[in-house]
């Protein structure tokens, strides 16, 4: 029997899982969602083996010289970890009265750069409970931007709406005319906040740095707007603390600007390091709140 014949099958079994998700959801709360995720997740790694391939990078990074049993339950603890991501998430959009405590770590500083008025741009990473995070970026008190790629018909937006079904940015389109660039430039030059996932390279300018032992490439597009507007880079990242607490710590603050003409990949480089020296010393700290799951090292 080919395969294809599988998948309606699957597609139930999936829409049913989601539905016992959100039936405990609704029933028990987070606290049962969350009992329910630890013999699911177990299974799921005893049956898969993709999600042991889609992690096997970055523990090798990570967590060098482990054993296999030893990376087992590394999996198993970041899938663990992202299953309850998914279960916060789900579980503010279907209680109304549900919240986490979120906290911002020496929001003074990162007021004090708003106040400038020289605008901002704000990078950060696909790691801890980013997408409820963000949708904590209302509070700030100027426009917040994401530098995203958006198509009209999909559903971005709900990724951040929890609760009251509103975005708390606005969205711009990195797949338009120069990647968005002057959309971003001119909300830059306002006095607002431009945020960029800084840790995915899809396409554009990029550069080669050391991360986790190992080259990558990143992504150069924020440091390039940061510099040609010169507004200060803050990498802000996010991380689940506790069932119901996130923390938004700024984990590096730096100001690109240009030297000679002839140094600019390097200095590129240099901002693109810094971000991943950001991301290296919280994966010391939260190790396993990282879901990139691909071969971060090879795209």
Not at 2 to 22: D, Q, T
Not at 274 to 297: C, S, V
């Amino acid at each position: 029997m080919k395969s294809g014949r599988f998948k309606p099958v699957l597609r139930k079994a999936e829409a049913l899982g989601h539905g016992i998700f959100y039936l405990t959801l609704y029933l028990t709360g987070q606290i049962g969602a969350y009992v329910l995720l630890i013999p699911v997740v177990f299974t799921y790694l005893i049956f898969s083996r993709q999600i042991h391939c889609m992690t096997a990078r970055y523990i090798m990074q990570r967590f060098p010289g482990s054993s296999p049993l030893k990376r087992w339950l590394y999996t198993y603890r970041i899938v663990l970890s992202f299953g309850q991501v998914l279960v916060d998430k789900a579980w503010l959009r279907l209680k109304k009265k549900a919240h986490l405590n979120g906290s911002l770590d020496r929001p003074e500083a990162l007021m004090r750069l708003i106040s400038h008025g020289k605008g901002l741009v704000l990078v950060t990473a696909h790691v801890g409970n980013w997408q409820t995070a963000l949708a904590d970026l209302n509070k700030l008190p100027v426009t917040v931007h994401a530098l995203m790629q958006y198509e009209e018909g999909t559903k971005p937006k709900s990724y951040f709406e929890i609760q009251d079904g509103s975005c708390p940015f606005r969205i711009i389109n990195s797949d338009t005319f120069m990647g968005g660039m002057i959309e971003a430039t001119a909300a830059i030059q306002r006095g607002e906040i431009v945020t960029v996932m800084g840790d995915r390279m899809i396409k554009g300018p990029y550069a080669t740095v050391e991360f986790l032992g190992d080259k990558v490439r990143i992504p150069t597009g924020a440091y390039r707007l940061a510099a040609a507007t010169q507004a200060p880079v803050v990498v802000l990242l996010a991380a689940k603390t506790g069932r119901q607490d996130f923390e938004l710590r700024v984990w590096d603050t730096f100001y690109p600007s240009y030297g000679d003409r002839a140094d600019r990949q390097s200095d590129l480089a240099l901002w693109a390091h810094r971000f991943t020296k950001a991301i290296e010393d919280y994966l010391k700290e939260f190790p396993y709140q990282w879901y990139n799951f691909f071969d971060f090292w090879s795209q």
